[in-house]
């Protein structure tokens, strides 16, 4: 069964949860599916199992490489322009304010797209997005070096950490990193329940499903010390 993880531990047993790292596009904000089509068509890339970041960063010139991040810039512009907030995402926000949980953001969009976010479905006494880390922090997700890096700001272990996200890159990230693992559901998604199980720890239709999860606990299959 692993290891019980809860916002309040109440057994010598179980670990702490001190942080939550959300991932932004699909899981604080709807999917839209669209767009990770529309930047590979944008940037010529057609080979389904090849990362879009590794692809630009392979291309043989730099002047090939900005004309690619132009592309896809485009194309995030077009989705921020279209971005709708997941549902359950202030409830969830204010529980973990009002428990002084740590937030933070872990994605491989923009940080224009992220303030955009915030700036337009997150009050300002709910924006408590202490640290963020885009596209720009190397290595991206599925490394867990941007969950390692939050954690060593928080000065926590990445054992008291829980990762949030729709994507396997997500999934991986925090399993790699020695965090939770909570999948956000939508309607492209399921497959990774089958495929990719054992990376997934606990999974939800809508964030505020999350707070229960914190309450009653987080079977987590990353065995842990960590209190």
Do not use: Y
């Amino acid at each position: 069964m692993g290891v019980l993880m809860k916002l309040r531990p109440s057994l010598p047993s179980q670990t702490a949860i001190k942080a939550i790292v959300f991932d932004m596009d699909g899981t604080l904000c709807l999917p839209q599916s669209w767009m990770f089509k529309a930047m590979r068509d944008a940037v010529g890339l057609h080979d389904a199992q090849m990362d879009i970041l590794t692809f630009i960063d392979e291309l043989p010139s730099k002047k090939l490489q900005d004309e690619a991040n132009l592309q896809i810039k485009r194309v995030e512009a077009q989705a921020m322009a279209e971005m709708k907030p997941q549902p359950g995402l202030l409830e969830l926000l204010r529980f973990l304010t009002l428990h002084n949980v740590s937030t933070g953001i872990c994605t491989r969009n923009l940080m224009t797209a992220v303030r955009h976010l915030i700036s337009k479905f997150v009050p300002p006494e709910l924006d408590r997005f202490h640290h963020i880390l885009t596209r720009e922090f190397r290595p991206t997700k599925p490394s867990p070096a941007p969950l390692l890096h939050i954690a060593t700001h928080l000065r926590i272990r990445p054992e008291n950490m829980v990762m949030v996200g729709d994507s396997w890159d997500d999934m991986e990230c925090g399993r790699a990193a020695g965090c939770a693992t909570i999948l956000v559901r939508n309607n492209t998604n399921g497959v990774l329940l089958e495929k990719r199980g054992h990376l997934i720890d606990a999974a939800v239709n809508d964030l505020a499903e999350i707070i229960e999860l914190l309450q009653s606990g987080i079977h987590s299959n990353k065995s842990s010390d960590a209190k």
